[in-house]
């Protein structure tokens, strides 16, 4: 079983920046796809990034030029950079791994980083 551990959350003005980070407890880390989700309060969980193993990214058209999803093989770790920070960022943030082609979660979930931007 893959275990996912995020890091990074806040609280942040709008504007902002923060890094999250996953660090993933697998020895083929280099082989898995990855993604980042969120859940706002009263909302379901969304997919805001993924990198996949190949080292390809989607980003979710309300993250595009603010947020960069990114991974280090060498460390086990997937980041998230988000920059330009807006009140509608707020969430709990989560990682994990991705099935090709359509990106659903396949893995079992951590326990998020909160991250909440400040109007």
């Known amino acids: 079983q893959v275990h996912v551990v995020e890091s990074g959350g806040g609280l942040v003005q709008a504007g902002g920046s923060l890094r999250l980070s996953c660090a993933v407890s697998?020895?083929?880390?280099?082989?898995?796809?990855m993604g980042w989700f969120r859940q706002a309060p009263d909302k379901g969980r969304e997919c805001v990034a993924i990198?996949?193993?190949?080292?390809?990214?989607y980003l979710a058209d309300s993250v595009k030029g603010r947020f960069t999803i990114s991974r280090d093989n060498a460390k086990n770790t997937v980041y998230l950079q988000m920059n330009h920070l807006k009140p509608e960022d707020t969430a709990v943030y989560y990682c994990?791994?991705?099935?090709?082609?359509?990106?659903?979660?396949?893995?079992?979930w951590g326990q998020g980083t909160q991250v909440t931007v400040s109007s």
């Open positions: 697998e020895r083929t880390f280099s082989n898995l796809n």
């Open positions: 994990n791994t991705v099935r090709w082609p359509n990106g659903v979660p396949s893995g079992n």
């Open positions: 990198i996949w193993a190949g080292g390809s990214t």
